[in-house]
Structure formats: structure tokens, C-alpha cells
């Protein structure tokens, strides 16, 4: 299928023919209404539950659907794709379906609980190799491997019968508003390289096209965004890797068109306030997101005017977290919210220094959270690696006044990165 157009309607053809293949391999996700969101944000919130997809999120129904579309025989003898996930998976579980063999390339840092859910559904068929430190260079290497082989690659995004396979998600959702009686006045996806925003925003815009289309990025992968101002994609030299599933250097060419097209805004959001929806959302509704999967909700407090009173569809694009991963993730809600410092301060290398430090600098409602020490030899002062949790982030005013009375060279360490990494 060879489509270039950005006119939604010829989408619509091509993503409702993608329906009718997928109908019976994919789950019809819910449209959940949210009460917890609705209230705390004074509108109608639904939730397309992606997270509940075979393989825990959207990523089947374009990676099925692309596979079909390639000639029986040719598939047969295997497929390629490169993913940090979420693409690995549907891959893997068409594989497996089709009993067709896949290679699949990955991330080194990809999380191990996306790496052995891929073999999961995958099963004998797939074998998956670990190459470079991002999705960029596992796909370049792919792309290679498929050239050499003769195999067809399954691109991630850019690609014609992934986005249609990803428009399907529309499909679902506009289907049971209507039967519930509702008029969407937002649909808000997430955006890696941009395979889901494409799909949704081209299909609800040929079917509903009163409907906004906001698409959402992390704060430090916001690839599609910079595409936006450079007009056309260009590679980010800088990545945060954190949100994995949407951790992409660089967007497709295709997709950006049908994103700049279909598209009515697009919002980053820092990954810090990504973490404390995660928590959020598995704390108030029990529900796992991935921190691809919790951005279109994360994105709602920027815009809690615009959307007061409005009936807005939030798609949950996938749940597949890492338990191993919340820590981390506790940690950077909390920094982000203001609640949890770290410092280097030199501290007095006599008995009761430490005591000294609990009464005069911290408050009555601060919990020391770290306390690294390593005492020098021949030294009136050693450093320490000091981690603090407040109650409340303006606490903080008063406790650095404090600090610089007990040290006044004491360094904090969000300032400096490069000690950040290091020490934290």
C-alpha cells in the first residue's frame, strides 16, 4: 500500500480496510470513563484503554497489519524490525501467530521486562538482538541486516500500513462514543515517531473533524515538536531515554506530515510530572502505565482551561512498565514536585557534628533520605552526600538559609549534572 497523501479521507479508507483485518486478531479496547480525572479537572474524561491490548499496548495493530500486507512467500522467509519495546512486541506475537520467523533488533538499555515479554509472545520464532544505546542505532543496524538478508523490514512508524494499523485505534473509539452518546471535543494521543498520532488524528479528522487533535511528547525527546519548528524532521542531538516508548531521535517524514496536517497542538511535558502520573494513575485507578502510556493524561493540568466542561479521550497507549523501573520513577516525581534534594556538604570530622546538623539545619518536618560519609584522613571536614525529603517544596527556602549557616561552600547537586549523575 503505497500512500503519501495527507488527505484524511483516502486515510480513512485505508485505516477502515485495516479495521476489517484486524477486527478479529486484535482486542476492541474499552473506552473507560475516568471519574477521578473528570472531577479534578471539571470535564468528561474517557480513557482508550490500550494498556489492556494483547500485548499491552497499541503497537499490535499496525505491526499485524503491516506483516499481512507484505507477500506471503516473501514473509515467510522472516522479518526484521527494530523497537524498544512496545513495536518488538506485536511483532513477535504476528510471528508467532503466522509462524513466520522474526529479528528483532533492540536497545542495549531496553528495559529487561520489555525484552523478555517480546520472547513471550514470540516464542521460538523471534530472536532478538541487543544493539546500540538508542532506537536510532538498533534501527540502523536493522535496516542493514534486512538489505543483507533480503528481508523485509517492518519499519516502527513511518510506514503506510503501520499508520493505518494504528488509526484503528480511532475507529474503536469514535464507534463507542457514539453508542454512548458522546461528541469528543479532544482526542489526545502521545508521540514517539509519530506512527499513533498519524493514525488517530487522520482518521478522527475524516470522521469527526469538529474533534481537536493534541498530540504529547516528553520534555526530553520532543523530536516531532522540533520537526514543527524546523518545518520537516530533523535528529535531536540531545535524547532522554527515560520514556522509552517515545524516546525517537528523529520522526518519520510521513508521519510528520500527517501530524502537521491532522494535528491542532502539540504540548511537551517534563518527565518528572510523567512520573507522578504514573503514580497517579496506579495509586487513584489501579492502572499500570508504561511512561509512553501515562502522557496524554500527564499533559492535562497544562491544559486545564481549555478543556473545562469538554468531553475529552485520552488514549492510554501501553501499560508494559517494569516494576523494577518505580523506584526510579518515585524519585523523579519527587524531585520534580520539589519534595526531594540532594547536597554535598562538608561536615565537621568530630563527635556530635551530626548531631549538631539535625538540630540546627533540618525542620521539624524533614527526613534525611541519604547520608553518604567517608572520613578523611588529616582533614577538619569530610564530604557528604546528603539526600532530603521535605513535606512541602517552599520548606526549601528556609533550609538552604540553614545550610549556608552549617557550610557555606555546600554545593546542590541538581545544579550540576555532571556531580548529579556521579554521586546521586
Not at 520539589?338 to 565537621?348: A, E
Request: aromatic letters at 8%; a negative charge; one cysteine or more.
Amino acid at each position: 500500500m503505497e500512500v503519501v497523501s495527507t488527505n484524511v479521507k483516502t486515510w480513512q479508507k485505508h485505516i477502515e480496510e485495516a479495521d476489517q483485518v484486524l477486527k478479529h486478531t486484535v482486542t476492541k479496547t474499552p473506552l473507560h470513563y475516568d471519574r477521578y480525572l473528570s472531577e479534578r479537572f471539571d470535564c468528561q474524561i474517557y480513557l482508550k484503554r490500550e494498556d489492556l491490548q494483547k500485548v499491552r499496548s497499541f503497537k499490535l495493530r499496525g505491526a499485524y497489519y503491516a506483516i499481512t500486507k507484505q507477500p506471503k512467500a516473501r514473509i515467510q522467509q522472516g522479518v526484521v524490525c527494530a523497537s524498544a519495546g512496545n513495536h518488538a512486541q506485536g511483532v513477535a506475537y504476528t510471528c508467532q501467530e503466522l509462524q513466520i520467523p522474526g529479528i528483532i533488533f533492540m536497545p542495549t538499555p531496553t528495559p529487561q521486562q520489555k525484552i523478555t515479554q517480546v520472547q513471550f509472545f514470540g516464542g521460538a520464532m523471534v530472536e532478538i538482538r541487543l544493539v546500540g544505546d538508542t532506537f536510532d542505532e538498533a534501527a540502523t543496524a536493522a535496516k542493514q541486516y534486512a538489505v543483507l538478508q533480503g528481508l523485509p523490514f517492518i519499519a516502527p512508524f513511518d510506514d503506510p500500513a503501520i499508520i493505518a494499523g494504528q488509526g484503528t485505534v480511532a475507529v474503536e473509539y469514535l464507534q463507542q462514543a457514539a453508542e454512548q452518546g458522546l461528541t469528543i471535543d479532544y482526542v489526545i494521543a502521545a508521540v514517539g515517531g509519530g506512527g499513533l498520532l498519524s493514525g488517530v488524528g487522520c482518521y478522527t479528522k475524516a470522521v469527526s473533524p469538529q474533534t481537536k487533535v493534541i498530540g504529547v511528547e516528553p520534555a526530553g525527546a520532543a523530536s516531532m515538536t522540533q520537526a514543527f519548528a524546523t518545518g520537516g524532521p530533523v535528529t535531536l542531538a540531545e535524547l532522554d531515554k527515560f520514556v522509552d516508548g517515545a524516546a525517537v531521535k528523529r520522526v518519520g517524514q510521513l508521519t510528520y506530515e500527517c501530524v502537521k496536517a491532522t494535528t491542532d497542538a502539540l504540548y511537551t511535558v517534563p518527565e518528572g510530572e510523567i512520573c507522578q502520573t504514573i503514580l497517579d494513575l496506579y495509586s487513584k485507578q489501579a492502572i499500570v502505565v508504561e511512561p509512553a502510556g501515562a502522557l496524554s493524561v500527564a499533559v492535562l493540568e497544562q491544559i486545564r482551561e481549555m478543556i473545562k466542561g469538554k468531553t475529552i479521550v485520552c488514549v492510554i497507549s501501553g501499560g508494559n512498565n517494569d516494576i523494577s523501573r518505580m523506584e526510579e520513577i518515585e524519585e523523579r516525581a519527587l524531585i520534580y514536585q520539589g519534595l526531594k534534594h540532594y547536597f554535598l556538604v562538608n561536615f565537621p570530622q568530630r563527635p556530635g557534628a551530626l548531631k549538631e546538623f539535625v538540630t540546627q539545619v533540618l525542620g521539624p518536618d524533614d527526613d534525611i533520605t541519604r547520608f553518604e560519609y567517608t572520613k578523611k584522613v588529616n582533614r577538619g571536614t569530610g564530604p557528604v552526600v546528603l539526600g532530603i525529603q521535605l513535606k512541602r517544596a517552599s520548606d526549601v527556602h528556609s533550609l538552604l538559609e540553614r545550610l549556608s549557616d552549617f557550610d557555606t561552600n555546600f554545593i546542590e547537586l541538581s545544579k550540576h549534572p555532571s556531580l548529579y549523575t556521579l554521586l546521586v
